[in-house]
């Protein structure tokens, strides 16, 4: 019989696969989409040739019809996924379009992968600590709740996971910090010496997942600008690189294009099996019907995923609401880090469009007194011009070749050509810079995960999505437009950022009821919440180590078990837990490598 089975290859679980197979456990990894590709060639081809530089545009399954570039309907696909494609004003509630079934009253905007390394393939790479008081929102700000662990308990899991996921950044990590860019430069110089809110401005080095130098075997950045979604010399570190690792241990199987669709109970309510089908092609439906029997089990396919699974494990109806979910806290407190976008023209230019997309951002507004009443949030710092925000270089270049001005820099809507048109994107292209403000998004009960009575192709209920911002979270973003606003001022740099155009479904109201700001967010791609940790087993899913509370084989890992989303993006806090989690499975769960420990 297998040691484990791991359900899900993103970054908690092959980080999870390796830890165990190295310690020298059998493990079983189920993927829902394809495997492991001897080379990103294929990939890097679909990204170059799509029209939509997506997130999601360089991974199968297919987002549009090859020929006629219609969508194609998620329903009809065995392991379909989000896209950002489906956001817009009539498709995002078209579940012929939209994979999530989106309830609203917001769209939910960030999107995964399913595929061997998940959505750790298209992550820019960030590779931020949380904050003490993060883990102490109850405590320290009487806000939502406390995590059951401290900072310092994940103290060396950080240092563990800066290791193996090769973070480069200024201070004691692994590689030294890439160098700031031109932009970061121009933004440093015009906020030294002021301060917001009360709080000074600093411009630091972003710790990320990237090589500045030759590390693991992979080479060292070459400012490539693709970051999000491929990087295509591996300087940019993604969950392969565990999963080739853990293969190497040769304890490792992973086993692609299988469908977990029932965690399985013993009569004692350990779990005895995971069920999944077995499918071909993108569609076309299941070819066969298996299951996979362990000792142990860890869940890590994503905050949406893993509790689609656990809700549709009904076992023959002795677990009515699903598996692990006796607290009714599965599915719920859905977060992410939805994100105020602002853009301007800087008066010299700033040369985006070259290196990583982000080297460096200002983190000194993350933490402070103001966070009892108003989500607090780090600034990201672009170096892709206007390339989130309206798709440039694309858009202004065709604003001047056709005479539109959907980018605000051509009002005269001339149509230019030669060295004219040259001169003009010369001008405008290098001169753009662009600022995102992560907002701390509050835990809800009500943003949650369920199923949908619509299926996908394999006759699975489809995610279905409830999705709003608290006014907490909304005050974040009025402060976050004012920042922006004072940055840019203190530049000299004009401000070009966009009011909602009407109908579009990401706009929301922010401030006092008649006097409230329209404002509009986008998807961090930070799936946070669904499965919670903590303390008390009436309250949350999964205890400090990420085992269920009702099940002592079950683990559920990712950032699914953040109690809060913190003001840090997710994925190296969700590395530390998982190789944390893997610890206590090889040491705890699995003491003598054959049988499970008891509670």
């Known amino acids: 019989m297998t040691d484990v089975i791991i359900v899900g290859a993103g970054v908690a679980g092959a980080l999870v696969a390796k830890s165990l197979g190295e310690a020298g456990l059998t493990v079983l990894v189920l993927e829902a989409g394809e495997g492991l590709a001897q080379t990103n060639a294929a990939y890097l081809e679909r990204f170059f040739t799509a029209q939509a530089k997506v997130p999601e545009s360089a991974y199968p399954p ?83 709740t406390d995590w059951p662990l401290s900072l310092g308990e994940l103290e060396p899991w ?6 193996e996921l090769g973070v480069c950044g200024e201070g004691a990590y692994p ?5 700031a860019s031109l932009a970061d430069a121009h933004v440093a110089r015009a906020v030294g ?14 710790p990320a997942a990237r090589n500045s130098r030759a590390y693991q075997g992979r080479p060292p950045c070459q400012g490539n600008a693709s970051c999000i979604p491929i990087c295509p010399i591996g300087a940019k570190y993604d969950p392969t690189v565990a999963l080739r690792a853990a293969m190497q241990t040769g304890n490792v199987e992973l086993r692609s294009k299988c469908v977990a669709t029932q965690i399985v109970l013993a009569e004692d309510g350990s779990v005895e099996a995971v ?6 092609h993108q569609s076309g439906g299941p070819t066969a019907t298996e299951r996979a029997r362990a000792r142990v089990f860890v869940i890590a396919a994503h905050g949406i995923e893993t509790p689609r699974l656990l809700l549709l494990s009904k076992n023959a109806g002795r677990t009515p609401a699903g598996v692990a979910n006796g607290s009714d806290q599965v599915g719920r407190n859905l977060m992410d880090h939805p994100i105020y976008l602002a853009w301007a023209l800087a008066k010299q230019p700033v040369f985006g469009y070259r290196g990583p997309l982000s080297t460096s951002g200002i983190e000194s507004l993350r933490d402070g007194a103001f ?16 390339s989130f925000p309206i798709g440039d ?31 003009a994107l010369n001008d405008a292209l290098t001169r753009q810079i662009r600022l995102a403000f992560l907002v701390e998004q509050s835990p809800d009960a009500a943003n949650r995960v369920t199923l949908s009575t619509v299926r996908d192709g394999l006759g699975l209920a489809r995610p279905q999505i409830a999705y709003d911002l608290s006014d907490y979270t909304r005050a974040g973003f009025l402060a976050a437009k004012r920042a922006a606003s004072a940055i840019f001022s203190a530049m000299g740099a004009k401000e070009f950022t966009a009011a909602p155009a009407a109908g579009d479904p990401s706009a929301f109201t922010a401030g006092a009821s008649g006097r409230g700001e329209r404002l509009r967010f986008f998807g961090a791609g930070h799936v946070i ?27 559920l890992v990712g950032s699914g078990t953040f109690p809060t989303s913190t003001t840090a993006n997710p994925t190296l806090t969700l590395a530390a837990l998982a190789l944390r989690t893997a610890r206590a499975i090889a040491t705890e769960a699995l003491p003598t490598g054959n049988a499970p420990a008891t509670r």
């Open 175 to 179: 590689m030294p910090a890439i160098p």
């Open 393 to 423: 270089p694309e858009t202004t270049t065709l604003d001047f070749v056709l005479g539109l001005n959907a980018s605000g820099l051509n009002p005269s809507r001339a149509r230019l050509c030669g060295t004219a048109l040259a001169a």
């Open 371 to 386: 966070r009892s009443s108003r989500g607090a949030f780090r600034i990201e710092i672009g170096n892709d011009g206007w």
């Open 275 to 280: 069920e999944y089908v077995r499918y071909e």
């Open 158 to 163: 950080y240092t563990k996971a800066e290791s």
């Open 62 to 144: 297919d987002l549009v019809e090859a020929k006629t570039g219609a969508p194609i309907d998620p329903g009809s696909q065995n392991a379909a996924r989000p896209t950002v494609l489906s956001l817009g004003a009539q498709s995002w509630r078209d579940p012929r379009e939209s994979y999530l079934v989106q309830n609203g009253p917001l769209p939910f905007g960030s999107t995964y992968e399913r595929l061997a390394g998940g959505s750790g393939r298209h992550w820019l790479g960030t590779s931020l600590r949380l904050l003490p008081s993060d883990l102490r929102m109850a405590s320290t700000f009487g806000r939502f």
């Open 529 to 555: 919440g669904t499965y919670r940790m903590g303390s008390d087993p009436k309250r949350c899913v999964v205890d400090a180590n990420q085992r269920s509370w009702e099940h002592h084989n079950l683990f």
């Open 193 to 206: 010496g002021l301060s917001f809110d009360g709080f000074p401005l600093h411009v630091t080095p972003t």
